[in-house]
């Protein structure tokens, strides 16, 4: 009878020993998964407009449109061709006399161009132009219509390229003589030998 009841006396202990284990590895577990879950609740979350390295934002949109761009006449980009100059418009009206006449008016500032003061003479006037001289104001397109004038563009002529002498270089440093002063340096250089000669002879 003893050692049957030392035997359920020992089986009790060791079953309450083992609950007792049992139920805190459970308290454990579960005590860990609620941190876990407090964790990754409380941990701040990127947000949805958040710049990641290497990425570049969106341009930021204007909220209302630009307006259309205006041109008026004084915006307006000019011909390209001009109608006349200065000079010969002043000449063509009859203003002046001669062309040093307009030149002592222009550069004396006696002339005005669309209603500041101009003294260049070569200055090129082009459609919606106006030129004031004395107490007269002309339109410089209506003018040069009704006179039946036509501007004449100068082309440029293509600059030739220096010769290649008789050592192969450029002649004169590579700068271009045109032929007349070529024959005029041919011919004073022979004029120099010439008289060089006729000294030694003498």
Known sequence: FDILTKMVITSSVILSVFATVLSFTSVASLSCASLKDIHSS???RPLSFQRVLGTRLPARVRPYPLPPLRLTESSS???STPLCD???FLKL???VQSGGEAKTAIQGGKCYLNG????RRAKKLFPGDEVSFGESTFDVSDEVYNRGYIYK???????PSAKVDADGNLEFGGRYRSEEWRAERKKKKAERKARKSDGGDS
């Open 153 to 159: 563009v100068k082309a440029k002529k293509a600059r």
């Open 86 to 88: 200065l000079q010969t």
């Open 93 to 95: 009206c009859d203003l």
């Open 42 to 44: 409380s941990a701040p």
């Open 116 to 119: 500041e003061i101009e003294k």
């Open 77 to 79: 980009p000019p011909s």
